[in-house]
């Protein structure tokens, strides 16, 4: 019969703590799909100006991101959104942003935001962590370059409780960036006291563990 002396005891913990520690820095991370089977994701946007600050959403969020939470620089993917579903409360503001003046598109106009970088990773209050990503936007033909912090949120067993899904976990992503408007080309002659150049995006979104 083996006796377990203190020594023994002592050995057999630290390979324990070794065989954790390995396990733990080779997990793999998870991917999340954000086309949301409830339909709640959407972006908030604001464009403020002196004579008439504009709030907009847009909807058709689709994307996948990879993460570990044991490791928050694993974060990457991308997101896009479907401009095609941008709407107003004053349904000609919708229907002029459309039209050739302004966008001059129909049907689906896709705008991606995929992350290239994780340059820096703090631990929130609530758990998660706040990223500083660097990444690219493309829009309309163009590429800008952006950087943006996100917080990130994982909530294991959370798709249950959210509903739209029986199991799985889910990754809540919130954000708040700013892009010019100019830089997108979206109607540079417009006049800036009515339609402002800055473009104040608010991105609240959750994601499913595939």
Do not use: C
Not at 32 to 37: E, L, N, R, V, Y
Not at 181 to 193: C, S, V
Request: proline fraction near 5%; aromatic fraction near 6%; avoid cysteine.
């Amino acid at each position: 019969m083996m006796r377990f002396t203190q020594r023994t005891l002592a050995a057999m913990t630290a390979a324990a703590i070794t065989l954790g520690a390995g396990l733990a820095a080779s997990a793999e991370p998870v991917e999340f799909d954000f086309k949301d089977p409830k339909g709640v994701n959407g972006i908030v946007f604001v464009v403020d100006s002196e004579l008439e600050p504009i709030t907009g959403m847009i909807g058709g969020v689709a994307g996948v991101v990879s993460y570990d939470p044991a490791d928050p620089t694993s974060f990457d993917g991308e997101i896009t959104v479907d401009i095609g579903e941008i709407s107003f409360i004053h349904d000609g503001m919708t229907k002029a942003l459309k039209g050739a003046k302004w966008m001059n598109f129909s049907g689906e106009f896709p705008a991606t935001l995929t992350f290239d970088k994780v340059v820096s990773a703090e631990p929130t209050d609530d758990e998660g962590h706040m990223l500083d990503v660097h990444g690219t936007m493309s829009f309309g033909g163009k590429e800008l370059p952006l950087s943006v912090m996100i917080e990130v949120t994982h909530v294991a067993d959370g798709a249950e409780k959210r509903g739209g899904a029986k199991s799985g976990d889910l990754l809540v992503l919130r954000s708040m960036f700013n892009i010019s408007r100019l830089d997108l080309g979206i109607n540079e002659n417009a006049p800036t006291d009515k339609v402002g150049e800055k473009i104040t995006v608010m991105v609240p979104i959750a994601g499913y563990s595939k």
